[in-house]
T-cell receptor
């Protein structure tokens, strides 16, 4: 069965510091992978996605993620964090091809110190 | 600006009452998801539809929850009777086949 693990429940970084949020997935075939961000009281906004091709994908708001099949990982990165990036981040996986459904990780809550 | 619209945004109801949440997917999207978000369980998939047909509702308590798509522009999630443990934020999302899902703002349900 598909599953997603986000090992870090909370992360705190200083504004301007780099960021890496970890995501590991479990799926037998090539998955579709996503990162979503949720600000307080809001819905989920897609940051980026990986379906196939280049394993380094660029997203909105300066985020990027790298798909590493050998490690079953899809970590999210940003070189310099802004205070407005404070939010909760969710990694999700879907079965590729055919009728799919999203399975989400538990989320990582990011706090940014000035 | 295409978006998923959920109504109501907030709902407070008494235990035992019927609750209906509505979702208007993005025009042209043929897949609709219902998720429930709680502190304890995170984001749980309740049900999803493709071309208005239910594909998977295994995440939904069958005795009190029901989900339907009366037409391509409306999805509903109904709870009858509601219980305090149903208090959560319910999200609807829509997608085209094999593409990313777009989420609505959610319905925050409180059952007292």
């Amino acid at each position: 069965a598909q599953s997603v693990t986000q090992p870090d429940i909370h992360i705190t970084v200083s504004e301007g510091a780099s960021l890496e949020l970890r995501c590991n997935y479990s799926y037998g075939a090539t998955p579709y992978l996503f990162w979503y961000v949720q600000s307080p009281g809001q819905g989920l906004q897609l940051l980026l996605k990986y379906f196939s091709g280049d394993t380094l994908v660029q997203g909105i708001k300066g985020f990027e993620a790298e798909f590493k099949r050998s490690q079953s990982s899809f970590n999210l990165r940003k070189p310099s964090v802004h205070w407005s990036d404070a939010a909760e981040y969710f990694c999700a996986v879907a079965a590729s091809g055919g009728y799919n459904k999203l399975i989400f990780g538990a989320g990582t809550r990011l706090a940014v110190h000035p | 600006d295409a978006r998923v619209t959920q109504t109501p945004r907030h709902k407070v109801t008494e235990m035992g009452q019927e609750v209906t949440m509505r979702c208007q997917p993005i025009l042209g999207h043929n897949t609709v998801f219902w998720y429930r978000q709680t502190m304890m369980q995170g984001l749980e998939l309740l049900a999803y539809f493709r071309n208005r047909a239910p594909l998977d509702d295994s995440g939904m308590p069958k005795d009190r929850f029901s989900a339907e798509m009366p037409d391509a522009t409306l999805a509903t999630l109904k709870i009858q009777p509601s219980e305090p443990r149903d208090s959560a934020v319910y999200f609807c999302a829509s997608a085209l086949e094999n593409t990313e899902a777009f989420f609505g703002q959610g319905t925050r349900l409180t059952v007292v």
